[in-house]
T-cell receptor, first 112, second 115 residues
Framework: ELKVEQNPLFLSMQEGKNYTIYCNYSTTSDRLYWYRQDPGKSLESLFVLLSNGAVKQEGRLMASLDTKARLSTLHITAAVHDLSATYFCAVDGMEYGNKLVFGAGTILRVKS | EPEVTQTPSHQVTQMGQEVILRCVPISNHLYFYWYRQILGQKVEFLVSFYNNEISEKSEIFDDQFSVERPDGSNFTLKIRSTKLEDSAMYFC?????????????FGQGTRLTVV
């Protein structure tokens, strides 16, 4: 069974600081995703990581994937208040019917 | 840009009633999904649908639930005899324009409130 664990589950940080959210998954998968969700809203796709060593960056967010360690990280650089949201990682794979298995989510609060 | 659309955005229903949640997937997509998110919790897979039949369903997707693609464009989730614990955000997703192994895209969700 494919399981996804995120940590931390809650992160309160000051503006301007850096931090990393971790996502571990239990078995091999085809893709790893990072989503952002604002309260009461849908899932906004941030990154799709396909291969070992993949690194993608968008603004203050950078995601990486280590398939050997079954670990992905979402690094936040110089946080700003607008990054406050819940961040989910999710994995899928053809052997799991392509359904997404989500982590529990990390609630990020950036304080001014 | 093509997108997955869901209606209604918010549905309030009495316990025991039936509800139908509607989704229009992206037009050339072949795989369709429903996910559920109880308030404050993670997103959970309910069901996947391909070639006019269910390809996989989770333990949550019991006899109370059914899905249908009635007319080639809509994809519906029916919940019979709703319970308080069915209150959640329901997301539709579609993918697989170029095969099974492609990213799925989510709709904006339907918030279901059972009272």
């Amino acid at each position: 069974e494919l399981k996804v664990e995120q940590n931390p589950l809650f992160l309160s940080m000051q503006e301007g600081k850096n931090y990393t959210i971790y996502c571990n998954y239990s078995t091999t998968s085809d893709r790893l995703y990072w989503y952002r969700q604002d309260p009461g809203k849908s899932l906004e796709s941030l990154f799709v990581l396909l291969s070992n060593g993949a690194v993608k960056q968008e603004g203050r967010l950078m995601a990486s994937l280590d398939t050997k360690a079954r670990l992905s990280t979402l690094h936040i650089t110089a946080a700003v208040h607008d990054l406050s949201a819940t961040y989910f990682c999710a994995v899928d794979g053809m052997e799991y019917g392509n359904k997404l298995v989500f982590g529990a989510g990390t609630i990020l609060r950036v304080k001014s | 840009e093509p997108e997955v659309t869901q209606t209604p955005s918010h549905q309030v229903t009495q316990m025991g009633q039936e509800v139908i949640l509607r989704c229009v997937p992206i037009s050339n997509h072949l795989y369709f999904y429903w996910y559920r998110q109880i308030l404050g919790q993670k997103v959970e897979f309910l069901v996947s649908f391909y070639n006019n039949e269910i390809s996989e369903k989770s333990e949550i997707f019991d006899d109370q639930f059914s899905v249908e693609r009635p007319d080639g464009s809509n994809f519906t989730l029916k919940i019979r005899s709703t319970k308080l614990e069915d209150s959640a955000m329901y997301f539709c997703a579609s993918g697989g324009a170029s095969g099974a192994n492609t990213e799925a895209f989510f709709g904006q969700g339907t918030r279901l409130t059972v009272v």
